[in-house]
């Protein structure tokens, strides 16, 4: 605008005053632009750009209109940046001064002069009034900054840990909670059984904790007509006459009550109680009951996305050192291999030393079928359609099949899941017992038992070797990781001979499922 208003008025010859005020109008706008926004400094320019801008149009007889030309330009930068009072006090400003001057000069006669400063001025509060709506409009549809991923994840497990450490018990163990949530409510209403369940995807639930006599084969699925399914789908609690237990005999007298967890908008899990008594539960116990569980779903919720937070990381993790492994060490070492392949074929001569290169050949061999293994057991995990015990088979089959073991298999797993994170934790006691009896056994046999039936889960390694000696510091080692992962789960871990020799490995969640 400043080399527009310079054109236009020096079109028609280079005159000394025209170069002052242009002059003083640069310097003006130099202070205005380059000063901060909201700055008192670059009020300061745009106010000297305006007065500037007026004063040198009424004083430049005839070029009125070529300095005008530049007065929108303060204006709309101060509605901008200051609004439009400000925008309109500079407007006013500018009316005043092209009035007084035109006084002093004895131009307000001249409908020229009259005509280009009304015809300016207006177009100055046009153009700022448009200004500031498209800089609303334009600030209405911006998107947000894009949120930094690492940043944002590092700023929210921060403030995880440090409310994680504030927390009763310093827990985030969803099984922990929930069964402190049954029996908190078992105390407040008669039931003779319970459970508490949460979502695993898939379309069915999970159970987290279980209370009565005997265990029940809970209903889970969620795409089945059932109290369960209705209490999960509209979030509301519903009292039944039967039981939602598939292993109660439905003659059975039986009351029942099914209160979803709902943490905000969200539907976290359900809380079953049943009783063995006609009409136990009326409203007035169904509303004590969701006293309680409002609370308890937003401690739930919070454990259960923590678990879910801790899960992804490990699988990521494992996943990266695989990554790692596999482009690393475990292709340089199978070139050493190579390399030892020719130096064997180029020395058909020496034989101690072709003996030697031998041995070393079969060594590099075994450790890259460690390393092989060892990324087999990175990267498997229990996939969400094909279960614990199809992961569990998978891995000893290939353990087995490297190792030169006759592996027997007896699975036996129900359409009901355990929560993610105590599968990958049993898969992983899996695979050490398996790795285990692989490595320092010495076995020809190994026995895989796994029977799933939630919430109840057994696991069972046993082979036929030489069994954990006292002078097996690296046994050693791989059963405290057992059972440290046991005791994660409240599982419980138990190592036994196996006669006539060998080990089992057993882990074990829950009560044994009753005889049918």
């Known amino acids: 605008m400043l080399a527009l208003a310079a054109t236009l008025l020096l079109s028609d010859g280079i005159r000394a005053a025209e170069l002052l005020w242009l002059a003083l109008l640069v310097a003006a706008a130099i202070i205005a632009t380059a ?152 105390a407040l209403v008669p039931s003779v059984r319970g459970a508490v369940l949460s979502g695993s995807g898939g379309g069915r639930l999970v159970v987290l904790a279980q209370a009565g006599v005997e265990r029940l084969d809970w209903e889970t699925a969620l795409d089945t007509e059932s109290k369960v399914a209705d209490a999960w789908a509209t979030q509301q609690p519903i009292v039944s006459g039967r ?79 695989a990554r790692e492994i596999h482009d690393g060490v475990a292709q340089e070492l199978v070139m050493v291999g190579y390399g030892i392949d020719n130096a064997v074929a180029a020395l058909p001569n020496a034989e101690a030393a072709e003996e030697e290169l031998r041995v070393l050949r079969t060594e590099v061999t075994r450790v890259i079928t460690e390393l092989r293994l060892s990324l087999f057991e990175l990267r498997s995990e229990v996939d969400r359609y094909g279960g614990l015990t199809a992961a569990i088979a998978d891995y000893a089959r290939t353990v087995g099949a490297s190792a030169g073991l006759r592996v027997h298999l007896s699975l036996d797993e129900t359409t009901a899941r355990l929560p993610a994170a105590v599968e990958a934790e049993l898969l992983r006691i899996a695979q050490e017992a398996i790795t285990n009896a692989r490595k320092h056994a010495g076995a020809e046999n190994l026995w895989v038992t796994c029977a799933v039936d939630p919430p109840f889960a057994q696991v069972e390694i046993s082979d036929d070797g030489s069994g954990i000696g006292e002078n097996r510091p690296d046994g050693r080692y791989g059963l405290a990781i057992m059972a440290e992962r046991a005791e994660r789960i409240r599982g419980r871990l138990e190592i036994t001979p196996r006669v006539p020799n060998g080990t089992t490995v057993a882990v074990v969640l829950g009560t044994a499922p009753r005889a049918r």
């Open 35 to 186: 000063a901060p926004q909201g700055h008192e400094v670059a009020r300061l320019g745009r106010t000297a750009e305006v007065l500037l801008t007026a004063f040198a149009a009424s004083t430049l007889n005839g070029d009125a209109e070529a300095l005008l030309v530049y007065l929108p330009v303060p204006i709309v930068a101060a509605a901008l940046s200051e609004g439009r009072r400000m925008a309109g006090a500079y407007l006013a400003a500018a009316g005043t001064l092209l009035i007084v001057g035109g006084a002093v000069e004895g131009r307000l006669g001249e409908r020229a002069y009259l005509t280009a400063g009304a015809e300016w001025l207006v177009v100055a509060a046009v153009a700022a009034f448009q200004a500031t709506i498209l800089q609303r409009i334009l600030l209405a549809r911006r998107p947000e900054d894009p949120p930094q991923p690492y940043a944002e994840a590092t700023r929210l497990l921060t403030q995880l840990r440090s409310v994680a450490r504030q927390l009763p018990g310093a827990t985030l163990d969803p099984g922990g909670l929930a069964e402190h949530l049954l029996e908190e409510v078992r």
């Open 243 to 321: 039981s939602q237990a598939r292993s109660v005999s439905s003659r059975q007298t039986t009351s029942s009550m099914v209160v979803p967890l709902i943490a905000g908008v969200r539907t976290v899990g359900l809380i079953v109680l049943e009783s063995d008594e006609a009409g136990a539960y009326p409203p007035s116990l169904v509303t004590k009951v969701q006293a309680v569980t409002g609370p308890a779903a937003l401690r739930l919720e919070a454990a259960l996305l923590f678990d879910e937070v801790r899960s992804l990381a490990t699988t990521e993790e494992r996943q990266r050192l």
